[in-house]
């Protein structure tokens, strides 16, 4: 439930493009935790509002160009919110993966910025949706509904 706090912070810089974040939690036993997130990206021009960065050649490979600050950005964005709601000891890694079709992972990606607006994705709009409170607390006050899911089999993804 960190992720809208991080988008709307991630908003107010100004991205304009495509950003969809999605957590990887997984059951440990106790209980589930976040074990990570996945965050795709398309910038279809430089992001100025990010953190200056140097272009990883890595990242603008593989994520296309525009990425890096794009990136580095949004994971910043997201360290903070976890810090907000009081969770300060995430340790924060490189792409490490997170196998989607591991029985124990189940992947949320429900939240996707388009330019400046926030799209809810969901099979269906249930007005009691814990999320909708997550946003309207994060100053998002408008939302797109999408009648859609997504789903992981053979390591691939649909939407």
Do not use: Y
Not at 23 to 37: F, I, L, S
Not at 84 to 113: H, K, S, Y
């Amino acid at each position: 439930m960190r992720m809208p706090g991080a988008l709307a912070a991630f908003r107010r810089r100004g991205f304009d493009g495509a950003l969809l974040a999605t957590a990887c939690v997984a059951d440990n036993g106790t209980g589930r935790v976040q074990e990570g997130e996945l965050i795709f990206v398309h910038a279809p021009v430089p992001f100025t509002g990010g953190l200056p960065s140097e272009p990883l050649g890595t990242w603008e490979r593989f994520c296309g160009a525009n990425s890096t600050a794009v990136l580095l950005t949004m994971i910043t964005d997201i360290d903070r919110s976890w810090k907000a709601g009081g969770i300060d000891n995430r340790t924060l890694t490189d792409m490490e993966p997170c196998p989607p079709d591991l029985p124990e992972v189940r992947w949320f990606a429900d939240v996707v910025l388009v330019g400046h607006q926030v799209v809810l994705v969901r099979a269906a709009l249930d007005s009691a949706d814990p999320i909708l409170g997550a946003l309207v607390e994060a100053g998002i006050d408008e939302v797109e509904f999408t009648p859609s899911a997504f789903l992981f089999h053979g390591g691939e993804a649909d939407a």
